[in-house]
């Protein structure tokens, strides 16, 4: 069982991951835009209904669906 992220992980600091995507520092990250989010991004290893999924760009360990981080890339 992969283990959850923590929005203080090297990785996710690194690329602003946040679980609530809405808690992106927008300022620091302005590729952030409402309604980016990690269940449409193409890394996310989840169902886009999953709450949580692994994510390559955070070592394979859960991110919140909810979530978003600078590696976002839009799902195909
Ligand atoms: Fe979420 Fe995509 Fe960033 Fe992974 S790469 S944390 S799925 S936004």
Redesign the pocket.
Known sequence: QAQKIAETDAAATA?G?KNDATKVDAKKFPAYAAG???SN????QGKATDSW?A????GNKL?NGK???????KKA
């Open positions: 690329l991951y980016k989010t990690c991004c193409m890394l996310y999924g994510c390559g760009a955070m991110v979530g978003w981080c600078a590696a976002w890339a």
